[in-house]
């Protein structure tokens, strides 16, 4: 059974809570084909079989609960869990330390932007829980990013309809570099603006 018949079996049988279950393993850290998903459900909704909004909803649900537990997981037990049973979802130290990084430079707004980058989401959820990101913080962040990353692949499927699985690798290509962009832009007006810079004491 190719991926494509294993997305189209779950979801038949379990319909919007397959999506939302697929979700949340995959932004705990399990191999689901997150954007995949997303944009087969697009589809889903432009032939009809699916309705727009319980899909984006129980996609948005998904996700939020999925990296929920990956930020509790990080602010329990951080990285023991991590050293332990980490290869268990494809966790390394040297991948936590990574997202870290990114985190202590570009700080919240890697969880909006990190869902972007496959094999990274999940991550920055972990490592926002080690850092004791307030939970206000955290979820007014990551939960703005759910929504815009799940809306943005839903429409994308939604789009281009049946060929959403011929399109859908140059799309995420394309999403990739405009993400990248915008992280750019966005770090040159931080950097620029007026205030950034202090004058020596």
């Excluded at 997981?73 to 990114?102: E, K, M, S």
């Excluded at 060929?163 to 570099?177: F, G, K, M, P």
Aim: proline residues 3%.
């Amino acid at each position: 059974m190719d991926l494509l018949e294993t997305l189209t079996y779950w979801i038949t049988s379990h319909g919007y809570f397959g999506i939302f279950s697929l979700l949340m393993l995959g932004l705990f850290g399990f191999p689901v084909p997150d954007e995949t998903l997303l944009m087969f459900s697009g589809y889903l909704v432009s032939s009809g079989r699916l309705e727009f909004v319980p899909t984006v909803a129980a996609a948005v649900l998904g996700s939020i609960c999925g990296i929920t537990l990956s930020f509790v997981l990080g602010r329990t037990a951080g990285q023991r869990l991590v050293d332990r049973f980490g290869r268990l979802i494809h966790l390394t130290r040297d991948r936590v330390n990574a997202v870290h990084d990114w985190f202590e430079r570009f700080g919240k707004w890697t969880l909006v932007f990190g869902y972007f980058i496959p094999g990274f989401r999940h991550l920055t959820a972990l490592v926002a829980g080690t850092s004791s990101l307030e939970v206000k913080s955290f979820a007014a962040f990551a939960y703005s990013g759910a929504l815009i990353w799940s809306l943005t692949f839903i429409s994308l499927g939604y789009f281009f309809g049946t060929e959403w699985q011929q399109t859908s690798a140059a799309i995420h290509r394309d999403v990739l570099i405009a993400v990248a962009i915008l992280v750019v832009l966005f770090l040159l007006y931080l950097a620029l603006r007026p205030g950034s810079r202090r004058e020596p004491q």
